[in-house]
């Protein structure tokens, strides 16, 4: 129903579900808005009314489901793969697309949205597989450790484990270790994004490329959208404020530039980004904001600003058109920002 009523011709859908929403210049996708108005409908208990985590881990994976690539998108290979972390195993899952030539990949280790709360291997299949389809990257999938029973800097720690080991693995994964990028939705861009930090600092090789689709970046201050979009858009305000009291319980530092990245002090010398924000996302003016501040550092940054879209939209490619536009452009930049680099 979702799939039919998303394909429907735009004007048939504002006579079904009326006229898109209009806020700061930007209108929202009329598939996006049908897609909106029955989820509104349907939608199961909110987080900020107290769900429990592990009741909402559940309905995030049934969620997922529904809206998933149907059939699955085929790979040349799936393996499931176990990662050293810093306190135990870390469970993560390889894509290896279909390739005409027997040569190492360029390789994403991405990680899964859900505000450090919600969200696994499951949950996020069918974005991992349509990144690999369509990019021809391998995707390195890791489900690192979730708040509240692991919280900060549990996951940022993972994070960067998962990115060394894989950098250090990199033949076992049939990966090209010269062409290995981090990346990530919502929470898991906040990840990615310290991961490059974390290289810098540390003096670790860098990733190639730093992927954010519409990331966390200030989890100090709230950047006006966040009130601006806080209701009517799939993530809420108040869902952002039951993501953070988890990930970030009394007593942390929510500015410490692990999890603020937009507050870290000095962005130079990160790896190139490529960031993606939608016009009716409640994270959308951190994600500006932090792809600013990496421009005026000098490090080379494309914003995507994709006017009509929400929160999820990685998640939609199955329903959306819209959605699926973005989400191909965004395979598109990683092909590019990972190509063979020219001989001199």
Known sequence: MLKAACNLPPRLQRLLFGAPPRLDGNTLAPDIHALISIAARARHDSLADGLDPAAARVQRREEAAIVAERPTIAMARVEEVEIPGPTGPLPARLYVPPTPRDEPLPLLVYFHGGGWVIGDLETHDSPCRFLAAHSGAGVLAVDYRLAPEHPF?????????????????????GADPARIAVGGDSAGGNLAAGVCLAARDEGAPPPALQLLIYPVTDTGRELPSRQALGEGFLLTRRDMAYYEDRYLPAGSDRNDPRVAVLQASDLAGLPPAYVAVAGFDPLRDEGVAYAERLREAGVPTALRFHPGLVHTFVNLTAISPTAR????????????????????
């Open 153 to 173: 800097p549990a996951a940022a720690e993972d994070s960067f484990a998962a990115y060394t080991w894989a950098r250090e693995n990199a033949a076992r994964l």
């Open 325 to 344: 536009q973005a989400v191909l452009e965004t395979c598109g930049a990683l092909r590019m920002g990972l190509a063979h680099p020219k001989a001199p």
